[in-house]
Every structure is written in C-alpha cells, then in structure tokens.
T-cell receptor
Framework: NAGVMQNPRHLVRRRGQEARLRCSPV?????VYWYRQLPEEGLKFMVY????????ESGMPKERFSAEFPKEGPSILRIQQVVRGDSAAYFC????????????FGPGTRLTVL | EDQVTQSPEALRLQEGESSSLNCSYT??????LFWYRQDPGKGPEFLFT???AGEEKEKERLKATLTKKESFLHITAPKPEDSATYLC?????????????FGKGITLSVRP
C-alpha cells in the first residue's frame, strides 16, 4: 500500500457520538482522497483534498461529514452525530505531486456504529 | 454520470483454470482505467493503469486489456493465492487528479 497509514483501524461508536478518522499519506504526497465502502457496495468517492484546500467534495454527504488536510499533520475525516448507516470501511488514498494518476490506498478504518 | 459494471460478481476456478474478468464502463472522457486487488480486511492494492484502447499490460499471471467500452483482466493458470476481490475503476477527464469511479468488484476464489 505504498506507505499510506490510517488510524484507528477499527472504531466503534454509539449513535450520536463523533468519529474522527486519520490518514497519513505517503511521505511527500500532497493529494489525499477519501472513499467509503459499504457492505456489498463498491468504493464510493467522498472528497479530494490538497494541503489546506478542498478540491472536490461532490461525494460528501451535506450534513455531519467534514474533512481537512492541514499544512502539518494527517488528513482528518470527521463524522458528527453518527448513525448506524455510517457503519462502513473508510479508505484514504494518496497521490504525489507531479506523479501519474495512480492513487495508493491505505488499509482502511472500519467504523461500527452501535 | 460515470458508471462501471463488473461481471461476474463471483468466480470460482480450479487451480490452473484460466479465465477472464470483465469491466464495462461509460465515462465522459476516459483519462485512465485502473485495476486493483483487494484482500479481505485490507485496502485496494494497485495492479494496472490503462490509458487507451488497444493497450495491454501484464504482471505475472495477470494481463489487462482495454477497448473503448470495456476492459478484461485475464488470469492465466491461477493459483490459490490469486483469490481476492478485483476492482475496476475509471478516471474521467474532468480535471487533473480527479476521483475514481469504482465497480462493485469481482470476488475470485481459486481452489487447489
């Protein structure tokens, strides 16, 4: 997986709590993508970020979801007031500046909402 | 809207029995078609990128081909360790480094 790191690997939350998912891209990569994989579904794009900028958030639910990629530190996907339908695997992918179009994926965070 | 359809949903092969996985796509302008492998509980692992019709790429027992409407992943003499879910994705010419649109994947099981 070319060094993309995600944590935690597993996260359990009760309905109404907040979930914070972290992604550290490959060292030197400045583009981060978040995808969600629901059971029996394919990977669905959520958001594309570069350092300090959101480039494309067309796949993000309008409410409760937000993402950031600060100048320093990992990218964060934040889900407020989680519901059972948010249970899924969340994957981060990174892409290097000036590189080809290949997105390299991390191991994912499995979110379970009780 | 870009769409990717993979078939069959699942495929069971005997070790050594060659076969092909299909990926049909519609996209507003194809920038690239990607194949990934995903093992249970893990993230997708990059296999190939194809950019234009007629292009072929090979890696060990796998060969990917591309036409204007579909891509095939040919598996020659598969081994049990090739068992995984194979994902196909397209990237459109909507901007540099744009998102990937994935199919649901094909789950391949290879019996020894």
């Amino acid at each position: 997986n070319a060094g993309v790191m995600q944590n935690p690997r597993h996260l359990v939350r009760r309905r109404g709590q907040e979930a914070r998912l972290r992604c550290s891209p490959v060292k030197g990569h400045s583009h981060v993508y978040w995808y969600r994989q629901l059971p029996e579904e394919g990977l669905k794009f959520m958001v594309y970020l570069q350092k300090e900028n959101i480039i494309d958030e067309s796949g993000m639910p309008k409410e409760r979801f937000s993402a950031e990629f600060p100048k320093e530190g990992p990218s964060i996907l934040r889900i407020q007031q989680v519901v059972r339908g948010d249970s899924a695997a969340y994957f981060c992918a990174s892409l290097g500046k000036g590189s080809t179009d290949t997105q390299y994926f991390g191991p994912g965070t499995r979110l379970t909402v009780l | 809207e870009d769409q990717v359809t993979q078939s069959p949903e699942a495929l069971r092969l005997q070790e050594g029995e060659s076969s092909s996985l299909n990926c049909s796509y519609t996209v507003s302008g194809l920038r690239g078609l990607f194949w990934y492998r995903q093992d249970p509980g893990k993230g997708p692992e990059f296999l190939f990128t194809l950019y234009s019709a007629g292009e072929e790429k090979e890696k060990e027992r796998l060969k990917a081909t591309l036409t204007k409407k579909e891509s095939f992943l040919h598996i020659t003499a598969p081994k049990p360790e090739d068992s995984a879910t194979y994902l196909c994705a397209v990237q459109a010419y909507t901007g540099a480094n744009s998102k990937l649109t994935f199919g649901k994947g094909i789950t391949l099981s290879v019996r020894p």
